[in-house]
């Protein structure tokens, strides 16, 4: 039997609408995205991340590949200041 890991089918990627905080314009925002800059004003928002799986999965980095999980990580970390800085 073949599994495949459910979080690497991009055919389940879905956009939701992520509000500028600072001057109100309305973008899409992809669920494999963490942040997206505001084309209006510049400004980078990061819209809500729940956790997946390569918040607890031990091959996580193996998976998805190092270069992503590096950038996850790196986002993941730049959200987590700007929540305690607001």
Do not use: H
Not at 16 to 35: A, H, M, T, V
């Amino acid at each position: 039997m073949n599994y495949k890991c459910p979080g690497q089918d991009k055919r389940n990627i879905t956009a939701q609408i992520l509000k500028c905080p600072k001057c109100g314009y309305s973008k899409e925002i992809f669920s494999d995205e963490i942040k997206s800059k505001c084309p209006e004003c510049g400004n980078i928002s990061y819209r809500e991340v729940l956790p997946t799986c390569i918040d607890w999965c031990k091959y996580a980095k193996d998976c998805v590949g190092a270069e992503v999980y590096g950038v996850y990580a790196q986002n993941k970390g730049r959200l987590k200041k700007s929540r305690k800085k607001g």
